[in-house]
T-cell receptor, first 116, second 109 residues
Framework: EAEVAQSPRYKITEKSQAVAFWCDPI?????LYWYRQILGQGPELLVQ????????DSQLPKDRFSAERLKGVDSTLKIQPAELGDSAMYLC??????????????FGPGTRLTVT | GQSLEQPSEVTAVEGAIVQINCTYQ??????LSWYQQHDGGAPTFLSY????GLEETGRFSSFLSRSDSYGYLLLQELQMKDSASYFC??????????FGKGTRLSVIA
């Protein structure tokens, strides 16, 4: 069964350092999402891509976060510099294109980030 | 804006039935989804309701009342493996999916 791949699974970094996460969505899924999930909370959208274009990045802290999906397939999320409050699970998800289909998203295993 | 309300915790006995409620306030509404997430795991899709009524998938059922802005997830014949967090999520249509804060279900023997 096709799955969303993410790496690394765990990352520990010191504040002010740069960190990057990678995601490879399910083949054929045009829409890719990056979420941040704080323990005990629901996932919060950071950025949504449709192919290589950003559809929504209204909740992305653009002064320190950046995301790209250059060829419309895999994607990278970067934080520079990392802050203590960035400690969270970063989830990538993908879905088939289309508004009525986006309710069913497939999530990767996530990257657990700890900033010290 | 969008807001969703669901209980933070629910405890139920193995073999019993449990209902997890979700109320929402959104500027647009296409439907309500439910996701399950085990500790340390990724959210997995359970069900989706676009129309009023009950949708059944095995031991899990989901209900929606658009006029009441209300839905619930019903889990029957509870098993220990059902212990997890359950999230309702609204599809506003013109904006991305919005997740609730989740309900932590504990199944006890």
């Amino acid at each position: 069964e096709a799955e969303v791949a993410q790496s690394p699974r765990y990352k520990i970094t010191e504040k002010s350092q740069a960190v990057a996460f990678w995601c490879d969505p399910i083949s054929g899924h045009a829409t890719l999402y990056w979420y941040r999930q704080i323990l005990g909370q629901g996932p919060e959208l950071l950025v949504q891509f449709q192919d290589e274009s950003v559809v929504d990045d209204s909740q992305l802290p653009k002064d320190r976060f950046s995301a790209e999906r250059l060829k419309g397939v895999d994607s990278t999320l970067k934080i520079q510099p990392a802050e203590l409050g960035d400690s969270a699970m970063y989830l990538c998800a993908s879905s088939l294109q289309g508004t009525t289909i986006t309710y069913e998203q497939y999530f990767g295993p996530g990257t657990r980030l700890t900033v010290t | 804006g969008q807001s969703l309300e669901q209980p933070s915790e629910v405890t139920a006995v193995e073999g019993a039935i449990v209902q997890i409620n979700c109320t929402y306030q959104t500027s647009g509404f296409y439907g309500l989804s439910w996701y399950q997430q085990h500790d340390g795991g990724a959210p997995t899709f359970l069900s989706y309701n676009a129309l009023d009524g009950l949708e059944e998938t095995g031991r899990f059922s989901s209900f929606l009342s658009r006029s009441d802005s209300y839905g619930y997830l019903l889990l029957q014949e509870l098993q220990m493996k059902d212990s997890a967090s359950y999230f309702c999520a609204v599809n506003p249509g013109n904006t991305p999916l919005v997740f609730g804060k989740g309900t932590r279900l504990s199944v006890i023997a």
